[in-house]
């Protein structure tokens, strides 16, 4: 199968990239730097640096208003996020750590933005159900549990708005979803790509971006 016209991405050119992107805030330079400082073992669960740009660019493009996030970790993606929305935009974003959630609030506090956002700290299925089961989602950014994407998933797709954004993160796992031997996460999350794929809910596209961003939009 031919792969089109798409160019290795060497660190050269993935520096050029961010040089062409916003660059970070200070606030998220220094969320990047004490999550790879602090959290050195689990720094990777933080989005990709283009991504923050990216988020923000999608919520202002949808010109949302109300957010869910599923997977906050130390917070940098709902900094970005949160600090593209209108004034009277609102994010609930949802973690079972307070250590690592810790960092976000300080983040938040110091971006300005901690009055646009709730956390919940409590299992996000459960945080999901909880919620108003009518469409009222704009946008929903998905970057936790992978075994549970597609529970997510059908819990989200319902909420949306009619043309509101749902973002999926690490839809490659590392590339692992290519393996047709792929066992536990890896097969979860191909398990999720077949799912979104036969959904006649959303329409979606799969991205190279980072590992793999899916991006669906509620029909």
Not at 160 to 185: E, Q, S
Request: with cysteine.
């Amino acid at each position: 199968m031919a792969k089109g016209n798409g160019t290795p991405l060497t660190d050269e050119l993935y520096a050029y990239m961010l040089g062409h992107n916003p660059p970070l805030d200070p606030v998220q330079r220094m969320l990047v730097e004490t999550t790879h400082t602090q959290l050195p073992l689990v720094a990777g669960k933080q989005v990709a640096e283009e991504q923050g740009p990216l988020l923000a660019f999608l919520v202002r493009l949808t010109g949302a208003r109300r957010i869910v996030e599923i997977g906050t970790f130390t917070g940098l993606s709902a900094l970005s996020m949160a600090q593209a929305l209108p004034s009277d935009g609102t994010l609930l974003t949802c973690d079972v750590s307070e250590e690592w959630t810790e960092y976000a609030r300080t983040a938040w506090a110091k971006a300005g933005v901690a009055d646009r956002i709730e956390l919940r700290i409590a299992p996000a299925l459960r945080t999901l159900q909880d919620l108003p089961a009518e469409p009222h989602i704009d946008m929903a950014f998905i970057d936790a549990d992978k075994d549970n994407y597609i529970a997510y998933w059908d819990e989200l797709v319902p909420r949306m708005r009619p043309g509101g954004l749902l973002a999926v993160d690490n839809v490659f796992y590392h590339g692992d979803v290519t393996d047709p031997d792929a066992t536990g996460l890896a097969a979860a999350i191909k398990d999720f790509n077949a799912h979104v794929r036969a959904d006649d809910r959303v329409d979606s596209v799969m991205l190279a971006v980072a590992d793999g961003l899916t991006l669906a939009r509620r029909r």
